[in-house]
Every structure is written in C-alpha cells, then in structure tokens.
DNA sequence: GCTGGCACTCTACCGCATGGAGTGCCAAAT
DNA sequence: ATTTGGCACTCCATGCGGTAGAGTGCCAGC
C-alpha cells in the first residue's frame, strides 16, 4: 500500500500531515526546512521540496508567492480529514465537566444554548446548536381559551411537556363551555397519539363528514388543524461569534460583514445545517465546499444530535478552515452525544 | 446676545457647526481653508485659523496631529446638539412610508422587529429596540392545566391579549378540578385589575390570612404569585449591526469585538436603555458619554415609545459619534411615534 | 534516490527624500 | 482692534532603493 501509482507514498503522506499540523499550530507558511527538522523523516530539505512539488502538483498545498514556504488548499485538508486525521479522544475528565455543565440547566432551549457555549467556549470558534424538533412529538393536550369576540387562545401541549400557545381567529364567536366541549373531544380522541397522525386523521375526518358534522366538532377540528399546521420552527442558537474576529485571515470586514450578516439572516445556515441533520455522522465543510461564499473561509464541523433513538437537531462548530480538525472533531461528537442524553433525561 | 464673556461668539458657532458637518459628511480633519471657502463667512483663512484655535482652547475641536485640520471632539459634539442643531423634520412621504412598512404587521414582537429594521435601514446603522413592557397591563384571566405529577403549566392571559406560560414546580400532586377551581377563584377575584395591585394583593392576603385559610386558595394564591413575580423580561430586538463595519473608526477589531459582544451579551446595552426609558424624549449620549467603553467610539439617539399614554419601551440608533445628529434625531422621534401609534392600533 | 550547492525570486523592513496639507505667529493693512 | 498675507515649521503619506532573510527550483555529484 505504499507507492503504487495511484497511491500516495507514506512519506508524502507524513509530510502533509506535519504540514497541516504547523500550519494549524502558527499560521505560517511552512518552508522545507522547518519540515525536515520536525517531520520525523531524515531527509534533507532538498529532498522535502521534490515531494513537495508532488503534493503541489497533486493540489494538496500551493505557495502564497514564489518564496514562501507552503499552505494547505482546501484538498488537502479535505484528504487529511478524509484518510490522515487520527482523532485524539477526549479525556474523560473534560467529558465529564462538559456533561455536569449541562446537567444544571432545566429546559430543552437552556441546554441548547448551554450546549453552544460549550462549543465556542472549547474551541474557541463559533458554536451552533439548532432547537430540537421532535418530528414524531406527542400530542397530550389542548387547551381552547376564549379572549375577545372572535379571538381564541389554542394551548397545545405536547409529550415532551412543551407547550405551543397560538391565537386563532375564528369566524364567529365562541362561548367557553363550547369551547370546553372541543377540547374535550379532542383530548379524549387523540392524547397520546402521534401529532403527525393525529393531523392526517384531522385532515381526513374533516373531509368525509363534513357534511353531518355538527358545529362543535368542526370548530374543534379546525381549530386542532390551525395549531399544528405550523411547521415547527427551525431556529438554532449561535454562541461565540465574537471568536471568530480573532483569527487573521477572517478579518477583513468584507467577510466579517458576510459572515456575520449570515449569522443573523439565518436562513442560508439553517439550509447548510439541514444537509447535516440527514447524513447521520460527523460532517465537515471545508473552505468553500460549502457552497456559501461568506464560508469561503471557513470550515464547519457538524454531529447530528438524538435522544430516544430519533434525530432531533445538529450541532457544530464554525471556524477559520485553518481549524485543528482533530482536536475539533471528538469535541464535536461529544457533545453531540452530551447534549442527546441530557435531552432524553429531562423528558 | 453675540460675544459677551462666556458666550460663544455667534462666528466661532458658525464655524464648530460648519466644521462639524463637513467632518460628518467626509470623515476627514477640516482645515482653515476648507471652513473659509465653504462656511458662508466671508474670512481669510488666517483668522479662521485664529477663530479655531479659541475652539480649540474651549475643548470643542482638536487636531489629531500638528498638521491636519481639525476634528469635532466629544463636547464640541454635545455644544452643536445642545445648542446649535437644527434638525431637518423628516418629509411626510417618508413618515408615510414608515406608517405603511409598520401597518404590515401583527403581533407586537414583529412590529418591534419591523421597527429596528426601519431605523437601521434609513441610516444605515445598527437600529435598537426594547420589548414593550405594559407596567400596568390588567390582569385578565389565568388557567393551570396539570402537566405531569407535580408539574403545572399556568397560561396567564393580560389585558392586551397577550400571553405568558410558566412552568410551576408545585410541592404536590393537584388535580385537575383542584386547578380549575383555584383559577376560578382568581380570576373571579380579579379579573380586570391591574397586574401590580394583584399582586400586592396577593402579598398581604398571603400573609394575614394564612392560617385559616384552605389549601385550595393557598395553592392558587402562590401559583398566582409564582407566575406575576417574573419580572417581565426586558429584552430588545436589534437590526443592521453589521452596518457598524462600515465604518472606518469603528473598523479596529478589538473594537468591534467589545461592540458586538456587548450586543449579544445584552446586558449592559439593556441598562442604558433603561436610562433612556425614563427621561421623556429624546436622548442622546456621544462617546463616552455612555460610561461603557465599548461605545466610546459610538453615539447613540434613543426616543421613549408609548402607546395610550404609558411608556413601554424604548428604541434608538447606534452609530459612529460621527453621524448626522439632525438627520439621525427625526428619523428616531418619527419611528417611535409611529411604533406606538401601530401598537394603539393592535389592541 | 538522496544531497549539497547555487542562482534566483519574492517579501518585509528600513531609511530617506519629497510633496502636500495645515498650523502658528508676526508684521502690515484696514 | 481686527483682519490679512506671508513665512517658517511640523507632520503625515507616499514612493523609492537597498538589504536581509526565507524559501524555492534545478543540477550535478554521491
């Protein structure tokens, strides 16, 4: 498995690793000398540049200007993480601070935030944590509250305690104990059901008897149908942004504002996130794989999150792509797994 | 009224406000020559120069090297908007505009959003606004629905139609008639009274009649108590940050990164707010001015908003202390007058 | 296949000169 | 008494040349 042609020879191998290594630790250039002094390999820095000139060759790294030592491209870190990267696992002490730090907060929303201020706290990049969804939550109850004339407060209680309160408008006006009735029919019909299943049987029932259905019951199911047609919202929470500012080759504004206008828009980071949130593992974008242009310059480093076995959210990091990937990535995991089993105690 | 002792002769106040715009507009230090050309006296340079250095001497302007014009400093900038300024009235087709933009919405959490937007938008920096807070919103009803064993969910409806949830942690298990029967009690009680007495109310009868009162109405009672004692959350919505990089002074990083720590932190932002809230109209705080070093390079324009005749929050501008005071300040008294006019209209 | 040597290139830095902008002051003019 | 032109001075920004250092590519020799 060493120099067959296709193949990439060991010592090429070990030497872009120690490159991206140095280059990761300060940021500069990385010249033969350097390289033969710390890559283990003895051979003179003569020797290091005709296998640099491969890796160059190749588009692993590539030279500022004609006098400048070497810089990893985006392939070469792609495969370094792809075939090079030895993950140092985390110590079980840090493991365990992490997990206590979470274990304080109450909410599903608090350990969320908590979780990306683990993140960028660690890392000391930017840390996002999308808002669990619970694709397959249960419906409990709900709770029909008149207001004025034609308003009317639904309270939707779902299996993970969590409550989505949603003012309806209604075309005529309601008495309570109607109001009462419809809640009760509903509760008695569905509490415990899927709300997925529960919307497909409103959706159904509604147009088969719709005919001899008296007004109650329409009121009812409309009412049912207008609180859980709205998707769930997706959101995530950024913590660390400000870590971002620190590293050289992000800080011209031009991209800082790119950036940072990203991180409020939201949108197209939801849209990134979402691809993570379906390939079940770790997933790194490197520099502009991305796609995004304001992320030219960065990486991202992405673990879905779960409890109870279901998908509920993916977390990260976002940083310079010059990031220390094998550091980055258990911490990334970890707290992916930290969060997914501090979701599932508090349920 | 012209140049008795201590009052500035009317020249020299010509000349710190034509000084200061010109510096507002192109961010340069101004030079005698400039000032002579362009400040409508009909002066040689020489004496401008003369005029410039008694400004310099009042601590109103200064020049950042031996030879390079002059530049506002912070108490010059106070002098112009203390007793200089004219403000340009914003022309009705734009206030008009503003209307429409802020008409559009419906809850009162997106016309807050739609209104930091507004100011952020129409001059280009960062727009602020604080959640309205209805110090003295009627109470109007509350509900408690059981969630799981000694957990209650109570929805506390006020006068505005709007609505809080809070999770109770309760010593033991109520049942569902128990909390209906305890939030009947209440709100028979109070129903349409102000928050603020209800709960005092609360307070005293909690400690009169503790004793020979039943466990039912204890329950309530400290529910009640439990769900009003949240101080409301003060919180704001901000827009347009990112057009703070623009900005040249501002563009140092350690800089931004202390001004948009502080924005996410929230806290100390929250609490110049505050001050703003309470003194009645515009307010203006210039470099630092403000007591927080983050903004020594920013000034800000905040308005009080109300609606009815109460003040429920307050919004502003953030911006380079080199902004266009006269145009800045109608554009902040326009948006909150039309923001509390639109949260008249939603109730 | 590895190595030492060598010419070459490019950057970063320093010192220096220069032009321009603006000041402060003074003596003359109004 | 105020205003003005003149003048010397200061300081910054810019550009230029020279130099040191880092690193490369190539080649001939081991």
């Known amino acids: 498995m060493s120099d067959t042609q296709s193949e990439l020879p060991d010592r090429a191998q070990l030497m872009l690793r120690s490159l991206i290594d140095h280059y990761v630790r300060d940021g500069q250039p990385v010249g033969s000398r350097t390289l033969a002094r710390d890559a283990g390999l003895d051979l003179s820095p003569a020797t290091i540049r005709n296998v640099m000139a491969d890796l160059e060759e190749l588009g692993f790294i590539c030279s500022p200007h004609t006098s400048a030592g070497r810089v990893p491209t985006v392939q070469g870190y792609r495969f370094f993480v792809d075939t090079l990267l030895t993950v140092q696992p985390l110590d079980s002490r840090s493991i365990e601070k992490m997990r206590i730090e979470l274990s304080l907060e109450q909410s599903a929303k608090d350990l969320v935030e908590s979780a990306s201020g683990l993140l960028s706290g660690i890392t000391h990049m930017a840390g996002v944590v999308t808002l669990p969804i619970h694709e397959h939550a249960l419906f409990e109850r709900v709770e029909f509250l008149p207001l004025s004339e034609n308003r009317v407060l639904a309270v939707l209680v779902t299996g993970e305690d969590e409550v989505q309160n949603r003012m309806l408008e209604t075309e005529k006006h309601h008495s309570a104990s109607e109001l009462q009735q419809a809640s009760n029919y509903l509760n008695a019909m569905f509490a415990g059901k899927d709300l997925a299943e529960v919307r497909a049987t409103l959706l159904r029932e509604m147009q088969e008897t ?63 996130l979402d691809q993570c949130v379906r ?67 508090k349920e």
């Open 210 to 272: 719709r005919s001899h259905m008296n007004s109650m019951m329409l009121t009812a199911m409309q009412m049912a149908d207008q609180v859980l047609e709205s998707k769930q919202n997706e959101d995530y929470v950024m913590a660390g942004q400000t870590n971002l500012m620190e590293f050289q080759e992000l800080c011209d504004i031009d991209n800082l504002r790119k950036l940072f206008d990203a991180f409020n828009q939201k949108r197209d980071i939801l849209q990134l």
């Open 279 to 345: 390939s079940d593992g770790i997933q790194i974008f490197i520099g502009d794989e991305s796609g995004y242009q304001m992320l030219d310059e960065c990486s991202m480093v992405t673990a879905p999150y779960s409890a109870d076995g279901e998908v509920l959210g993916v977390l990260g990091v976002i940083g310079p792509t010059r990031m220390a990937y094998d550091r980055v990535i258990p911490i990334v995991d970890a707290t992916a797994r930290l969060l997914g089993a501090a979701l599932n105690q």
